[in-house]
């Protein structure tokens, strides 16, 4: 609403008496000062020298509008069109109240006649547009548009605005034909580029993304957003180089360690882990002693399941500093990867010392602690958090606790007693279910999950497993989809969640659509072996035998650094009979 008040009531017409003038100058000093109340005052004192004046009206219904009394503010425009019936910024605005107030039909009608007074006048197009946009008529606001394109021929504002609001939306279509014309009314906008160039990635054209960006850095070169969006459309389009030539000009103008991460981030995105390894050990020597620069290293080496090299990442990470707590656990956590089972459960117990109530910091004690040959320890470990404070969190990880140790029949019937005191605690609901698929009882975890959504209709883990078992047991594959979607309209851009989908595909036999689901899933989370396995499978049914040795062999590299990301356990031997199936030149042999 502000800016339309800001562009109405411009007119400075002549005031009846000095004093109305006075009251009228020392408002707008109040407005700017922030004090809408003492502008009301002031506009009073005016008017009442000066009553029905229309500007002064106009001023006044501004300043209720933003104090949000849009009914006063309603009554006041309403004076000011009765007395003066071709005053354009009474119109405006009274417009505008009515559109914030919902009322479109009676704000359509002051909107048309602010255009028919003044057709030259980019404002009162702008809000029309705006309220066929929230009537839910795209059409009609691009007519609007279109119409002051035709009385301001150049004009670029209404495409401009209106582009961007409907790229906001998702309607990707209105969205780009609006902004190429905006773009090509004012070649130098470096938003309505940049928005472009999401449409451009979001629909699978990274070249024009690039090429897009490549005409906002013409006009802003320093543009540090940009040029992030650039090397990460450059990577896409499949040029390192390009990307690199990008990422290096930011990493020169930033010396922020976040934008460091975000650089390496996004080569890890694209699978270039040595260059993503490169831009952090670069950005630490540079930064030398920034704690932060040390932790965003630790967490990308992690993700790389390079432990050791983590673990010293997240060691110059001082006591202290606000990521210390969670270094500590991390650095723990690799060191336990990597076989230094002391090293990592001193850390541990320090970090359970100071903070004996966090579920987290007791999981990873106690799954240090099975790693180091101590499951009975572990367990215990578990049990103590329960009795001081039970979650869902430790009640899943004491249950798998024990599955790993064959006891996964005790580990039900736990779970099937804190349940029957809750029965209505979903996260306990999603714990059982989840047991009971480890021990392969698909029939009682799909139970549980429903279970779960009796609960809670919304919860997007539940909906994704459901489908995802749906999928695996070749069962109602339609319903399956629904889940999964539903899952993925709760939480987008879920790695785990776009597998299921490919997954369900897949066993639909829908092969090209399952490599697209499954490709975004392994950007999303390019080092997981269950969605590479599934990519792999996915290439092999679309006859690209080579793509599917690849991604099953990225999946053996990253289950030889990290087994414990097997899913199941037995995957790593499945990989190699895949792979070993495959002709000679895919297999790489």
């Known amino acids: 609403m502000r800016e339309a008040m800001d562009a109405a009531a411009t007119d400075e017409?002549?005031?009846?008496?000095?004093?109305?003038?006075?009251?009228?100058?020392?408002?707008?000093?109040?407005?700017?000062?922030?004090?809408?109340?003492?502008?009301v005052d002031a506009l009073r004192l005016s008017l009442a020298t000066d009553d029905g004046h229309p500007l002064l009206l106009t001023r006044l219904a501004e300043e209720y509008a933003r104090l949000g009394s849009l009914d006063k503010a309603e009554r006041e425009l309403r004076r000011a069109v009765e007395r003066s019936p071709a005053y354009y910024p009474a119109h405006v605005l009274l417009g505008r109240v009515l559109l914030e107030s919902g009322r479109y039909t009676r704000a359509r009608l002051h909107l048309r006649r602010a255009v028919a007074l003044k057709p030259r006048e980019p404002e009162a197009y702008l809000v029309l547009a705006q309220l066929h946009l929230e009537a839910g008529a795209p059409d009609e606001a691009v007519k609007v548009v279109d119409a002051l394109a035709l009385a301001l021929p150049g004009e670029a504002s209404g495409y401009r605005r209106l582009g961007l609001a409907l790229a906001e939306r998702g309607d990707v279509a209105r969205a780009e034909r609006l902004l190429v014309e905006a773009s090509r009314r004012d070649p130098g906008d470096v938003e309505v580029l940049s928005a472009l160039a999401k449409l451009y990635e979001a629909t699978g054209r990274p070249a024009e993304a690039e090429e897009a960006l490549a005409s906002a850095l013409r006009r802003d070169?320093?543009?540090?957003?940009?040029?992030?969006?650039?090397?990460?459309?450059?990577?896409?389009a499949g040029s390192v180089v390009r990307a690199r030539a990008y990422f290096d000009r930011l990493l020169s103008l930033s010396t922020e360690p976040e934008m460091a991460v975000r650089v390496a981030f996004s080569y890890l995105a694209a699978r270039e882990p040595?260059?993503?390894?490169e831009v952090l050990d670069s950005a630490r020597r540079a930064g030398e002693g920034e704690p932060r620069l040390a932790y965003y290293a630790g967490l990308v080496h992690e993700r790389m399941r390079r432990f050791p090299e983590a673990a010293a990442a997240f060691a110059a990470v001082p006591p202290g500093h606000d990521v210390f707590p969670d270094a500590r656990v991390r650095r723990a956590r690799c060191l336990s990867l990597g076989g230094e089972h002391p090293r990592a459960l001193a850390l541990l117990r320090a970090a359970l010392?100071?903070?004996?109530?966090?579920?987290?910091?007791?999981?990873?004690?106690?799954?240090?602690l099975e790693r180091a040959g101590t499951p009975a320890k572990a367990e215990a470990v578990l049990k103590e958090g329960l009795a001081a404070a039970p979650s869902a969190a430790l009640y899943d990880a004491l249950a798998a606790t024990l599955h790993r140790q064959g006891r996964g029949t005790e580990?039900?019937?736990?779970?099937?007693?804190?349940?029957?005191?809750?029965?209505?605690?979903?996260?306990?609901?999603?714990?059982?279910?989840?047991?009971?698929?480890?021990?392969?009882?698909?029939?009682?975890?799909?139970?549980?999950?429903?279970?779960?959504?009796?609960?809670?209709?919304?919860?997007?883990?539940?909906l994704n497993f459901l489908g995802y078992l749906m999928a695996q047991a070749g069962r109602d594959l339609d319903e399956a989809e629904r889940k999964v979607l539903r899952a993925l309209e709760l939480r987008p851009d879920t790695g785990a969640f776009l597998d299921s989908l490919g997954w369900v595909y897949f066993r639909r036999g829908e092969y090209l659509r399952a490599v697209e689901a499954?490709?975004?899933?392994?950007?999303?989370?390019?080092?997981?072996?269950?969605?590479?396995?599934?990519?792999?499978?996915?290439?092999?049914?679309a006859s690209r035998m080579e793509d599917a040795a690849s991604a099953w062999r990225r999946a053996l590299d990253v289950l030889a650094l990290d087994p414990e990301s097997a899913e199941p356990p037995g995957q790593r031997a499945v990989l190699e009979r895949k792979l070993k199936a495959l002709p000679t030149r895919a297999s790489g042999r």
């Not at 000095?18 to 109340?37: K, P, V, W």
């Not at 966090?358 to 990873?364: K, L, Y």
């Open 13 to 39: 017409e002549s005031f009846s008496s000095s004093a109305s003038y006075a009251n009228y100058l020392q408002a707008r000093l109040l407005h700017h000062a922030g004090d809408h109340r003492g502008a």
């Open 221 to 236: 070169p320093d543009s540090q957003e940009v040029l992030l969006a650039a090397g990460r459309a450059a990577l896409k």
């Open 274 to 277: 040595a260059a993503a390894a």
């Open 353 to 368: 010392q100071d903070a004996p109530e966090d579920a987290e910091v007791r999981t990873q004690y106690a799954r240090a």
């Open 411 to 462: 580990a039900l019937a736990l779970l099937r007693d804190v349940v029957a005191r809750t029965p209505r605690d979903e996260e306990l609901l999603y714990v059982l279910g989840a047991a009971h698929e480890r021990q392969g009882d698909v029939d009682g975890a799909l139970a549980r999950m429903r279970a779960v959504l009796e609960v809670d209709p919304d919860h997007a883990p539940a």
């Open 518 to 541: 499954l490709e975004r899933a392994s950007t999303l989370s390019p080092d997981e072996p269950v969605i590479l396995e599934h990519l792999g499978d996915a290439y092999q049914r």
